[in-house]
C-alpha cells in the first residue's frame, strides 16, 4: 500500500481555475468512488472538502469540485481566491478496509 | 455540533508504548456507520492513516503499523484509544482523531504533537 501520488505543488492566479491530481492504482483510487480531499491551512487540522468523490459537505464553496478518471482523482478550484492557499490532500480507499492519502499539494495563489 | 479532542503525552521514550484518548461529543459511537479514526503527520510531512474503529466495533488498521497498533473505544465515555508499542523517533508526530462517516472524515480534533526522544 503506497502513498497516492500528487504534485508537491501548484500556483494560480487570483480568479483562475486550478486543478489537483491524485493518482492511485486499480486497487485503490480506480476501484472504490472513495476518494476525499482535504485542506490545510498552516498549523491547523484538516478540513474536509469533497467526499466519495465529488461531493460537497454542507458549508464547502461551489467553487471546489471533485472528479475522477481511471485511476487518477482530481480536485478542482475555480475563481482561486487567496484564502485557497493551503495544503491539499487526496485520500482514498484502498481495499483491505485500509485507507491511504497522498503526499500532499501545496497550493499557491500569486 | 461535533468536536473531537486528543489527550496524551507530549513526549515518549524509544521503546514505550503510547496510549491516546479521543474524547467527543455531538455523536453517538452506536450510530450505524459512524467511526473514528485515527490520521498522523509527522512535522512538515504528510497525513498518515492509521486506525479505525466503527460502531458496531469493527477495526482497521494501516497494514504497516498493524503489529503496532490498537483501537479501542468505550461507548458509554464517549472516547476511542490508540495504543502504539515500541515507539521510535520516527513516530515524532501530531496524531489527530476524526469522525468518519461516508468514506470521509468530516470533523477532526485539533492534534496533539507527540514526541519520541530520549
Known amino acids: 500500500q503506497s502513498a497516492l501520488t500528487q504534485p508537491a505543488s501548484v500556483s494560480g492566479s487570483p480568479g483562475q481555475s486550478i486543478t489537483i491530481s491524485c493518482t492511485g492504482t486499480s486497487s485503490d483510487v480506480g476501484s472504490y468512488n472513495l476518494v476525499s480531499w482535504y485542506q490545510q491551512h498552516p498549523g491547523k487540522a484538516p478540513k474536509l472538502m469533497i467526499y466519495e468523490g465529488s461531493k460537497r459537505p454542507s458549508g464547502v464553496s461551489n467553487r471546489f469540485s471533485g472528479s475522477k478518471s481511471g485511476n487518477t482523482a482530481s480536485l478542482t478550484i475555480s475563481g482561486l481566491q487567496a484564502e485557497d492557499e493551503a495544503d491539499y490532500y487526496c485520500?482514498?480507499?484502498?481495499?483491505?478496509?485500509?485507507?491511504?492519502f497522498g503526499g500532499g499539494t501545496k497550493l499557491t495563489v500569486l | 455540533q461535533i468536536t473531537l479532542k486528543e489527550s496524551g503525552p507530549t513526549l515518549v521514550k524509544p521503546t514505550q508504548t503510547l496510549t491516546l484518548t479521543c474524547t467527543f461529543s455531538?455523536?453517538?459511537?452506536?450510530?450505524?456507520?459512524?467511526?473514528v479514526g485515527w490520521i498522523r503527520q509527522p512535522p512538515g510531512k504528510a497525513l498518515e492513516w492509521l486506525a479505525l474503529?466503527?460502531?458496531?466495533?469493527?477495526?482497521r488498521y494501516s497494514p504497516s503499523l498493524k503489529s503496532r497498533l490498537t483501537i479501542t473505544k468505550d461507548t458509554s465515555k464517549n472516547q476511542v484509544v490508540l495504543t502504539m508499542t515500541n515507539m521510535d523517533p520516527v513516530d515524532t508526530a501530531t496524531y489527530y482523531c476524526?469522525?468518519?462517516?461516508?468514506?470521509?472524515?468530516?470533523?477532526w480534533g485539533q492534534g496533539t504533537l507527540v514526541t519520541v526522544s530520549s
Open positions: 474503529i466503527y460502531w458496531n466495533d469493527d477495526k
Open positions: 485520500c482514498s480507499y484502498a481495499g483491505s478496509s485500509s485507507w491511504v
Open positions: 455531538g455523536f453517538s459511537l452506536s450510530t450505524s456507520g459512524v467511526g
Open positions: 476524526a469522525h468518519f462517516f461516508s468514506g470521509a472524515n468530516d470533523y
